[in-house]
């Protein structure tokens, strides 16, 4: 199981997560590497069932990495604003979204611009397809939401809206989907203008995502993880993930119906950890954690339902110093004796550098240098297309 995340100084990193046969093992956590992959932000990663990572940044670039060849692919240059939303489609197409307006489909074996939709007057915020793969939705900062025909490459209707929304994500089974704007989610059926749930947090919502059609998951300010029900319209439990703002959460397949494993990550503390939930026991369990010496900004995680399980039924792991503090453990819904977080239940094995930032796997240089380099190529650059750059060492 591969995590990655990126970050408000356009360091892109991953880590292996060897969980093991037997949960009384302990848990290895590995650094695959560690990059200045942009010259700006990383607003958004996304992870290809091949293991394709792809990272997209404010510098108006998308970065593609392969786990499995050990690989830096190279940078897709085509957008002329903030890459904000980035959905492979299976195995063959990457669609890319920025604040220029576009959508663009490229094939991923050649990495080759094959499409753009146009259809926005303003920035794309939020896009997401169909577990069909024939439809996709998308909203912007003009206030529209549309909906794409992507076997015919153009869009097949376009709905005013009343507010800019940042985050659109279908369920698990298309029939439903979420909009996210400040500190609001609304849930929508597909087949309704009008939404079937409203949650107003009190505080602003940075990610959202379905752990079912009936259940969604929220990360807000307050360093929260948020379960909802949409069928009874009420949060079901909450639990404390992180010190402060909690900027994304990722929830893994699992063969389990009842339990969730979710993935979480902050800028505030520089974690990744990873969730046993039930929602039945109204519980969540921390099962792995990662401490990556970084402002995180977004998360990816490529695994299998196999691993999933096996994080399901591992033991609790402690807390990292200083990652939630004493009065919000005795608020969580979470909090678990003491005598149960022992070493000798399975503790996380980190390793990792011992240099904060250094590039281990990639060997980058200076920032400095880095950001000199991706100016000289951009003045360079073709219209669209890949640029490549070398293998992983």
Not at 250 to 266: E, H, T
Request: charged content about 25%; some cysteine; overall charge positive.
């Amino acid at each position: 199981m591969e995590v990655l995340a990126g970050s408000y100084d356009g360091l892109v990193v991953a880590y292996r997560l060897d969980v093991g046969q037997d949960s009384s093992t302990s848990l290895k956590v590995t650094q695959r590497f560690n990059d200045v992959s942009h010259n700006g932000c990383v607003r958004v990663m996304a992870v290809s069932e091949k293991g394709i990572v792809a990272s997209g940044s404010t510098d108006e670039s998308v970065r593609l990495f392969d786990l499995l060849r050990n690989s830096d692919i190279g940078s897709l240059v085509s957008h002329e604003g903030d890459v904000n939303s980035l959905k492979f489609m299976g195995k063959d197409f990457l669609y890319t979204a920025s604040s220029d307006g576009t959508i663009k489909m490229w094939r991923t074996r050649i990495w080759e611009l094959q499409r753009t939709l146009k259809g926005h007057k303003g920035a794309v915020l939020g896009f997401d397809i169909h577990p069909s793969k024939k439809l996709a939705l998308s909203v912007g900062g003009d206030k529209k939401l549309i909906a794409w025909d992507l076997v015919a490459g153009k869009y097949s209707f376009i709905r005013n809206i009343k507010k800019v929304y940042e985050t659109l994500v279908f369920s698990p089974s298309g029939s439903r989907f979420l909009l996210r704007t400040g500190t609001t989610v609304e849930a929508y059926d597909l087949t309704q203008t009008e939404p079937i749930y409203v949650q107003d947090l009190k505080s602003h919502v940075n990610d959202c995502a379905f752990l079912s059609d009936e259940l969604f998951v929220t990360a807000d300010d307050t360093g929260k993880v948020k379960v909802w029900s949409i069928p009874v319209k009420k949060m079901e439990f909450e639990f404390y993930a992180h010190e402060a703002r909690v900027r994304s959460v990722v929830p893994l397949r699992s063969s389990d119906k009842s339990r969730f494993v979710i993935a979480s990550c902050s800028g505030q503390d520089e974690t990744i950890k990873a969730w046993s939930v039930s929602i039945s026991e109204m519980k969540a369990t921390l099962v792995a954690w990662v401490a990556t010496g970084c402002r995180l900004t977004c998360l990816t995680v490529h695994s299998t339902p196999e691993v999933a399980d096996q994080l399901l039924n591992r033991p609790p792991v402690e807390q990292p110093a200083n990652s939630v503090d004493s009065e919000k453990d005795s608020q969580s819904t979470t909090e678990t004796p003491p005598e149960t977080l022992k070493a000798t239940d399975g503790p996380v094995t980190q390793e990792l550098p011992k240099k904060k930032l250094k590039n281990s796997v990639i060997a980058m240089g200076s920032k400095k240098k880095k950001v000199n380099d991706m100016k000289k190529r951009k003045r360079n650059q073709p219209v669209a297309g890949l640029q490549k750059t070398r293998k992983i060492k």
